[in-house]
């Protein structure tokens, strides 16, 4: 996958008119430097401008595409496309046998004569507008995105440690009729928390984040300790993301020294990760049905990388009537398919290299799976002989398990949870996928 994403107009009004847009289609899928993630419908529109023939009505798409190209050179094989199937370069042509441009290049805001990113004219265009929408429901214009964080960056962000305090403001927020999205964290923030906090600005009024390292989700030996916590850089990031509060509590504040309460969810929590760590998601379930007591939010969101976590919350909040909607948002990955974590940091240079064979073998047995392979004792004796073939991990397990109960499962059928974990020295990855 490459690093950059960006959307482009397709549109021709000479006949063959769809014959053009598919062929232009065609080349840029062709480019070795561009990957097409999404074609939208095509829609007919009336030409823009009063020199235009009317008759000669327009087709228009967007394709949303991931390229190693800059703006410039992007805007430069575009340019070649159109050349080959016809366009001339001239401004005042009325007959266009294909129109390629940039509508946006990932938030980047461009004007350097030959490249004006985003297109200054898209937001004026139901024909720009209508196809990316389709592509991209959740797109937000760079220059608005921009002015968003300007605002959010100039507003105060409030950090409370005491748990009552933290109470007391947000439960008089919440009765003033705002909504609060939560996203609990242990700090150290990276892209994938970043992700959570995007999703819950756009979706509430207010937005809190927590950062405390549990230490009742540690088991002896591991690395509770050594944990990296950095809270100066990790409230940069959060005014970055337009958060309005930050609880950052000590343990002592969270947890007395004769607390006695625990939260088990039976049944999510022994397998996978629960077979090896012992105690950690009664440590889990308890430090959030605390926060949720603290944080009166309305939704919370939680990453897909951590799946049984987010399973086992979401299963408690059912069981114990809690009022609070939990969201699962998809894994964020680096570039080659590492599921991004605070733990990353502890990798060797070599290890790191090495790491996103975990991934990789997740590929191999969904294309198992969709090949029609149903046996998980061979999708896995695949996966284990995959990783050491092209590592040096150790694998702690592969399982495949049923998404609802979390339980083993010799057939695959229905939705699964392929998941592993595997160790580079003493450092614990995990990862996993849903396969239908």
């Not at 000479?14 to 053009?20: A, G, S, W, Y």
């Not at 809270?231 to 969270?254: N, Q, T």
Request: hydrophobic share 40%; with cysteine.
């Amino acid at each position: 996958m490459f690093k950059n994403k960006a959307y482009i107009s397709i549109g021709s009004n000479i006949p063959p008119r769809r014959k053009f847009i598919d062929e232009a289609t065609k080349r840029l899928r062709r480019d070795s430097n561009i990957a097409l993630i999404k074609r939208s419908s095509i829609y007919e529109t009336c030409p823009n401008g009063s020199n235009f023939d009317i008759r000669k009505r327009f087709l228009n798409g967007v394709v949303e595409i991931e390229t190693s190209l800059g703006p410039s050179d992007l805007m430069s094989r575009l340019l070649g496309i159109e050349r080959s199937l016809g366009r001339t370069d001239s401004k005042r042509c009325l007959d266009r046998a294909i129109d390629l441009d940039i509508l946006l290049y990932n938030d980047d805001i461009v004007s350097n004569g030959d490249v004006v990113i985003p297109h200054p004219r898209m937001h004026e265009r139901d024909f720009v507008i209508l196809p990316l929408m389709e592509v991209s429901p959740d797109t937000v214009h760079p220059v608005i995105k921009k002015r968003i964080r300007d605002i959010y960056n100039a507003r105060e962000m409030k950090v409370f440690t005491s748990p009552q305090a933290a109470y007391n403001h947000l439960f008089s927020e919440k009765i003033s009729g705002k909504r609060i999205g939560f996203v609990p964290t242990m700090g150290y923030l990276h892209e994938g928390h970043a992700s959570l906090l995007r999703r819950a600005r756009r979706e509430n009024d207010l937005v809190v984040l927590s950062i405390f390292v549990n230490p009742t989700q540690f088991s002896a030996g591991e690395d509770y300790k050594r944990y990296p916590r950095d809270l100066k850089r990790d409230a940069r990031v959060a005014r970055k993301e337009g958060v309005d509060v930050i609880f950052h509590p000590s343990a002592s504040d969270m947890y007395k020294k004769d607390n006695s309460t625990r939260v088990d969810v039976e049944g999510l929590s022994e397998n996978l990760c629960g077979r090896y760590r012992p105690g950690h998601f009664r440590g889990v379930a308890t430090v959030v049905a605390k926060l949720l007591n603290v944080i009166p939010a309305d939704v919370a969101y939680f990453g897909q990388k951590d799946a049984q976590q987010a399973f086992i919350i979401k299963r408690m909040i059912r069981d114990l009537n809690m009022a609070v909607k939990i969201k699962i948002l998809p894994t964020v990955r680096e570039k080659d398919g590492l599921a991004m974590s605070s733990r990353n940091r502890y990798l060797s240079a070599a290890e790191r290299r090495e790491a996103p064979v975990g991934y990789r073998s997740l590929i191999l047995a969904r294309k198992m799976i969709e090949k029609g392979e149903k046996r998980s004792e061979k999708v896995i004796r695949s996966m284990k002989d995959f990783v050491h073939r092209n590592s040096n991990a150790k694998i702690q397990y592969i399982l495949i398990v049923d998404k609802d109960t979390l339980k083993d499962v010799k057939t695959v059928k229905g939705a699964v949870l392929i998941a592993i974990a595997f160790y580079f020295g003493g450092t614990r990855l995990i990862d996993n996928m849903i396969v239908n």
